[in-house]
């Protein structure tokens, strides 16, 4: 986590986090609803959203930056099933020892008709090439697992999701960073799959079968505070992990 907030304070990891912020901005817009969760290491990206409360996550007290923080482990989010509208999971699926377990409870806690969002870096974009440099294998963004979106998109069958649209983000030339205004017109407006990273958009199949759900409570899910490794509400869902 402190590795990864190194890096997106720095110029490189600002420059994407623009582009990427940009292409998420119009997606947030149109979302209503009472709650959201970001899962990442960076900067606040889905603070335009007209949703009312929007949480931020750390995996510990000492991490969390601002009193509301949820703090729990990434895979055991200590809300109700299909509680919010929006999840984001921003660049935390390549670092994390049990990816699946993640993206299951990310899934678990969007509600029906809501929007999960997974940004990752694009193993063939120009960022992709770079990781082939020894010097970068053991620095954040490089040294993690970066998936195509064809293999996040077995994993969303998995847990009953599906993608609605893939855009990529993050257009530049080699050696440069994405600030080629030119550029990222240019390859957002056509979707060129080289961009640096890509955000995927994923809803609940439509056929799976409408049940009742909890109310979020948070009062209750996360104490007076906010702070604190909070018991789970709800439903516990079944450990899977799909085949590699």
Not at 64 to 81: S, Y
Request: aromatic share 6%; net charge positive; with cysteine.
């Amino acid at each position: 986590m402190r590795d990864g907030r190194r890096y997106w304070s720095s110029a490189d990891g600002q420059a994407h986090w623009q582009a990427e912020r940009a292409c998420l901005g119009p997606v947030c817009e149109a979302l209503f609803g009472q709650h959201s969760l970001e899962l990442g290491m960076g900067p606040m990206l889905c603070d335009m959203s007209p949703i009312h409360h929007t949480m931020r996550w750390a995996p510990t007290r000492e991490l969390a930056e601002q009193p509301e923080t949820l703090v729990c482990l990434p895979d055991a989010l200590p809300l109700p099933d299909a509680s919010l509208q929006l999840v984001v999971v921003h660049h935390l699926l390549e670092v994390v020892s049990e990816p699946h377990h993640v993206l299951q409870e990310a899934a678990r806690v969007t509600a029906d008709g809501g929007e999960l969002i997974i940004f990752g870096w694009d193993p063939v974009g120009v960022a992709g090439w770079s990781r082939l440099l020894r010097r970068r294998r053991d620095q954040l963004p490089w040294r993690g697992h970066w998936r195509t979106p064809g293999r996040l998109r077995d994993w969303l069958t998995f847990v009953d999701f599906e993608i609605e649209r893939v855009d990529y983000c993050g257009f530049h030339l080699p050696g440069g960073l994405p600030r080629n205004a030119t550029l990222e017109t240019l390859g957002r407006r056509h979707n060129v799959p080289l961009g640096d990273s890509f955000m995927i958009r994923a809803r609940r199949r439509s056929q799976r079968a409408q049940i009742q759900r909890p109310r979020l409570s948070f009062k209750g899910a996360l104490g007076g505070s906010g702070l604190g490794h909070a018991t789970r509400v709800g439903r516990q869902p079944n450990r899977k992990t799909p085949l590699e």
